[in-house]
């Protein structure tokens, strides 16, 4: 075994028991009221009482006996959970001592071991401008650690972003209603289109990640900025109140731009920063959910 695999199987353990035991302790019950069973499976039939649903009554059965008989649903319980996990080259950026994709991988495993304790699916998709890797929803431990090993040590062949292209993928290869979870800083184009046809057939959640120096410069001088993106880089002097104020201009619009699309799209979402806690943002989605 190498170095570098050695080095990435201690990360998942650890990975996978810091997760499992945020689930324990603070999900189970948040993750079950918030994401129960959306459709309703047939159980069995039972003679009409006054005040059931006339709607319900199953007339088959009805004509056999010369008695109303109505049917009796229950609620499906088994989901599958998709996670749809930005990993552009943006997610390398961090100033509050955590990278984006640090942050990603974790709130992933999190979700991942919620759904799994809750005898779910999961499966995932990871993306950058195109679909980079897609594992197929499927049940069990070793399927976990599977997803958190493929977090930590996958290498994308692309830098940009299109989450349009992940949702759309997403879509079209998940035909079953699921819960899908896009994990993402949301640095890309236009995906309204893509969003609301998926929101349509699943229920899809948003997580955008974001550093809070995306948001505003501070005041330190010449500084070269590199896009991870696109390898282009520029000098900028933050000394200059323009520069700085144009930046956090554009990011507020920026920002602005991809609530309006999750909450036109019926999109449920959270903010969550890096070098902060998680934990607080998806447990109020989660209550505002159940």
């Known amino acids: 075994m190498s170095e570098k695999t050695s080095d990435i199987l201690k990360k998942v353990r650890r990975i996978e028991l810091k997760t499992r035991g945020i689930s324990n302790a603070l999900f189970s019950g948040e993750y079950h009221s918030a994401f129960k069973g959306r459709g309703m499976a047939f159980s069995e039939v039972r003679e009409y009482q006054p005040g059931d649903?006339?709607?319900t009554i199953d007339w088959n059965v009805t004509a056999r006996f010369n008695n109303p008989?109505?049917?009796?649903f229950e609620e499906e319980r088994e989901l599958t959970?998709?996670?749809?996990?930005?990993?552009?080259?943006?997610d390398s950026f961090g100033t509050d001592?955590?990278?984006?994709?640090?942050?990603?991988?974790?709130m992933a495993a999190v979700l991942a071991?919620?759904?799994?304790?809750?005898?779910?699916?999961v499966g995932v998709i990871l993306f950058t401008d195109r679909v980079e890797k897609f594992i197929p929803p499927k049940k069990g431990k070793s399927?976990?650690?599977?997803?958190?090993?493929e977090l930590l040590g996958f290498e994308p062949q692309h830098k940009k972003t299109d989450v349009a292209?992940?949702?759309?993928?997403f879509y079209n290869a998940i035909k079953k209603r699921s819960i899908g979870f896009i994990i993402s800083d949301f640095l890309t184009g236009d995906f309204s289109d893509e969003l609301k046809m998926a929101n349509r057939r699943h229920d899809v959640i948003a997580l955008q990640i974001y550093d809070r120096r995306e948001l505003a410069l501070p005041k330190i001088g010449m500084v070269q900025f590199a896009d991870p993106e696109t390898g282009e880089k520029s000098w900028v002097n933050t000394n200059r109140h323009k520069i700085r104020e144009g930046y956090a201009k554009n990011a507020a619009i920026h920002h602005?731009?991809?609530?309006?699309?999750?909450?036109?799209s019926g999109v449920d979402f959270a903010l969550i920063r890096t070098g902060e806690s998680y934990i607080t943002p998806l447990l109020n989605l989660f209550k505002h959910r159940g």
Do not use: C, G, P, W
């Not at 071991?113 to 699916?121: C, E, F, G, P, T």
């Not at 399927?143 to 090993?149: A, K, V």
């Open 165 to 169: 292209e992940a949702v759309k993928y």
């Open 113 to 121: 071991v919620s759904a799994i304790q809750n005898n779910d699916k």
């Open 53 to 55: 649903d006339i709607r």
């Open 97 to 106: 001592q955590q990278l984006k994709k640090e942050l990603i991988t974790e």
């Open 69 to 72: 008989y109505v049917k009796i």
């Open 256 to 264: 602005k731009r991809v609530r309006e699309t999750f909450k036109k």
């Open 143 to 149: 399927h976990i650690l599977r997803i958190i090993r």
């Open 81 to 90: 959970v998709m996670l749809l996990i930005d990993v552009s080259a943006s």
